[in-house]
């Protein structure tokens, strides 16, 4: 009995050294898969897909990447090598970094479908600086109120920007800004754009206009009292 006693606890122990070996194995096989995902997701830029003709301010800053450039001196061509790991990705509606000197690059991928031109609002006209490089065009385009309005790529209230119609490509962005880091990125259409911008330059002139005859009507009063 005191040899059979003997036998099942080794046999109980070698299952347990099994079960132990088995369970560590199986953590670290789930680690190394949850890395190879995770080094999968940062292997790109996110991706922006446009696959309806209309598009109506679509908010798409929660699917862009960012990186600070803290010396404020990186290239275009600097920043294109770096590697991608060194890419966060924003998931915010707004970008806000608060009071910074740095220089803030921001990336996405688009794929658009529409096979037309699309328009990148950035929904901040206070904002200093904003340089967009799309790989589809060679020739960068300029916006903020530290550019000069004759090299901005729009004559907007709003910076605007020209993306093209190839259906994939990836844009870049340089932003900096003296004040607070306050910005959200939105897509249009040229249709919806022309129609909402119509509207708009329709509700200040109604504004405007009431402005106006609300003031007349007051000298009017003012000099009738006198």
Not at 86 to 105: E, H, M
Not at 176 to 202: C, E, H, V
Request: glycine share 6%; charged share 15%; aromatic share 12%.
């Amino acid at each position: 009995r005191i040899n059979s006693a003997i036998a099942f606890q080794l046999h109980s122990g070698h299952m347990d050294w099994f079960v132990a070996s088995g369970i560590r194995l199986l953590v670290r096989s789930l680690g190394l898969l949850l890395g190879l995902l995770c080094l999968a997701a940062t292997a790109s830029a996110a991706v922006v897909t446009v696959d309806q003709p209309d598009v109506d301010a679509r908010v798409i800053t929660p699917q862009m990447d960012y990186f600070v450039d803290r010396s404020g001196r990186l290239s275009f061509e600097q920043i294109k090598a770096i590697p991608d790991d060194a890419w966060i990705a924003n998931s915010d509606r707004t970008l806000q970094f608060g009071f910074s000197n740095d220089v803030y690059w921001l990336r996405f991928e688009l794929n658009n479908q529409t096979g037309q031109p699309l328009l990148l609002e950035a929904s901040n006209p206070l904002f200093d600086q904003i340089i967009v490089y799309d790989d589809a065009s060679s020739v960068p385009q300029h916006g903020g109120l530290s550019i000069p309005p004759a090299q901005r790529s729009t004559q907007t209230r709003l910076p605007m920007f020209h993306l093209s119609a190839e259906k994939n490509s990836t844009v870049w962005i340089k932003t900096s800004n003296r004040g607070s880091y306050l910005l959200t990125f939105k897509l249009w259409s040229d249709a919806a754009f022309n129609q909402a911008y119509s509207q708009s330059l329709m509700l200040y002139g109604m504004y405007f206009g009431a402005l106006t005859v609300a003031i007349v009507l007051f000298l009017i009063g003012f000099i009738a009292l006198r």
